[in-house]
């Protein structure tokens, strides 16, 4: 259902690869409640068949950009500014990699090349993009920047790797970045820690369907899918948040507050029987 809460809104959308990307189910509702914006990935990473139908679909222009290289942020921003017509009210960054998962290093003797990679791409792209954001004066008074980030940034997940280092730094960016934002023009900072969900940078991390159906059997709401995150980042770009700010706000059914659910309870119990059964023959 649309409420019109963008009417009149611009913006720039980072990360839409595919139908599963977060990023693409942003694009699809911000259209639907009435944003113009502009859609960019990395040009290396971008299929391009697939951006130009989200493009097509929600009356939208491609601007490829690296996230990691400034030159690449400017013209993004410059050319946003001049298709849109005028300042953005809203910057998302769902952008997420690293080298060290995808190659299968272990946390405990990670490649530093790849390390340094990731987060670059992962963290201090957040920064570089609001860097320019600010200094360009590009953002509407009270506009939002939302970036995604992972409850690893809090608590321990072996397999998330140094993806977990990488969220910590992008939830630091996000409050420091936010704070300087506030003060300038009124513009809010977020990041959104998102329940696990199907993409390809999601399935990327090893055991990643055991990290899903975990999380689905300890949050009481269940898992958060893409589209109820695009749902929560829309209120976030909404006026109707207009003092949340310098947060991360926890998207994941729950899962964050539990200690233990009942469900996951009765599979532990059930499976320690069974392993003391079989002690027993
Ligand atoms: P996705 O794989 O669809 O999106 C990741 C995007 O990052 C891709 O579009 C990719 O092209 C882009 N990217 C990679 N390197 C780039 C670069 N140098 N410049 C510009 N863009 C670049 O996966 P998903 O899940 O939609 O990821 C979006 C965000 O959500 C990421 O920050 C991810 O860490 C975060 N997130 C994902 C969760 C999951 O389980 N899928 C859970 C919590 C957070």
Same mark, same amino acid.
């Given at each position: 259902?649309?409420?019109?809460?963008?009417?009149?809104?611009r913006?720039?959308?980072? +990360?839409?690869?595919?139908?599963?990307?977060?990023?693409?189910?942003?694009?699809?509702?911000?259209?639907?409640? +009435?944003?113009?914006? *502009?859609?960019?990935?990395?040009? $290396?990473?971008?299929?391009?068949? !697939?951006?130009?139908?989200?493009? !097509?679909?929600?009356? @939208?222009?491609?601007?490829?950009?690296?996230?990691?290289?400034?030159?690449?942020?400017?013209?993004l921003?410059?050319?946003?500014?001049?298709?849109?017509?005028?300042?953005?009210?809203? *910057?998302?960054?769902?952008?997420?990699?690293? $080298?060290?998962?995808? #190659? +299968? &290093?272990?946390?405990?003797?990670l490649?530093?090349?790849?390390?340094?990679?990731?987060?670059?791409? @992962?963290?201090v792209? =957040?920064?570089?993009l609001?860097?320019?954001?600010?200094?360009? %004066?590009?953002?509407?008074?009270?506009?939002?920047? *939302?970036?995604? @980030?992972?409850?690893?940034?809090?608590?321990?997940?072996?397999?998330?790797?140094?993806?977990?280092?990488?969220?910590?730094?992008?939830?630091?960016?996000? &409050?420091?970045?936010?704070?300087?934002f506030?003060?300038?023009?009124? $513009?809010? *900072?977020?990041?959104? @820690?998102?329940?696990?969900?199907?993409?390809?940078?999601?399935?990327?991390?090893?055991? =990643?369907?055991?990290?899903?159906?975990?999380?689905?059997?300890?949050?009481?709401?269940?898992?958060?899918?893409?589209e !109820?995150c695009? %749902?929560?980042?829309?209120?976030?770009?909404?006026?109707?948040? &207009? #003092? $949340?700010?310098?947060?991360?706000?926890?998207?994941?059914?729950?899962?964050?507050?539990?200690?233990?659910?009942?469900?996951?309870?009765?599979?532990?119990?059930?499976?320690?029987? !069974?392993?003391?059964?079989?002690?027993?023959?």
């Amino acid at each position: 259902m649309a409420y019109n809460l963008l009417k009149g809104k611009r913006g720039i959308i980072f +990360g839409a690869l595919d139908h599963n990307s977060i990023a693409w189910k942003v694009a699809e509702k911000a259209h639907e409640e +009435g944003a113009k914006f *502009v859609l960019t990935n990395a040009p $290396v990473a971008m299929r391009m068949g !697939e951006i130009k139908e989200l493009a !097509e679909k929600t009356g @939208s222009e491609i601007i490829p950009a690296d996230a990691t290289s400034l030159k690449d942020l400017e013209n993004l921003i410059d050319k946003a500014q001049e298709i849109l017509g005028g300042k953005l009210d809203f *910057v998302l960054h769902s952008i997420g990699m690293s $080298v060290n998962v995808r #190659k +299968g &290093r272990p946390y405990t003797n990670l490649n530093y090349d790849w390390l340094t990679k990731g987060w670059d791409v @992962s963290a201090v792209s =957040f920064h570089k993009l609001m860097n320019l954001l600010y200094n360009k %004066d590009a953002m509407n008074d009270h506009g939002s920047i *939302v970036a995604y @980030s992972y409850i690893a940034a809090q608590r321990v997940f072996p397999d998330y790797n140094d993806m977990a280092d990488n969220k910590a730094y992008l939830e630091a960016i996000a &409050r420091n970045f936010g704070y300087f934002f506030a003060k300038k023009n009124g $513009v809010r *900072v977020n990041t959104i @820690s998102q329940s696990p969900t199907p993409t390809t940078a999601g399935k990327g991390v090893k055991s =990643f369907e055991g990290f899903l159906k975990y999380a689905e059997l300890m949050s009481p709401l269940g898992n958060a899918t893409a589209e !109820e995150c695009a %749902d929560y980042t829309l209120t976030l770009f909404s006026d109707l948040t &207009r #003092k $949340v700010t310098m947060q991360n706000l926890f998207h994941d059914g729950g899962f964050s507050s539990t200690g233990v659910s009942m469900e996951m309870m009765d599979l532990f119990m059930k499976n320690l029987d !069974e392993k003391e059964e079989e002690g027993k023959k």
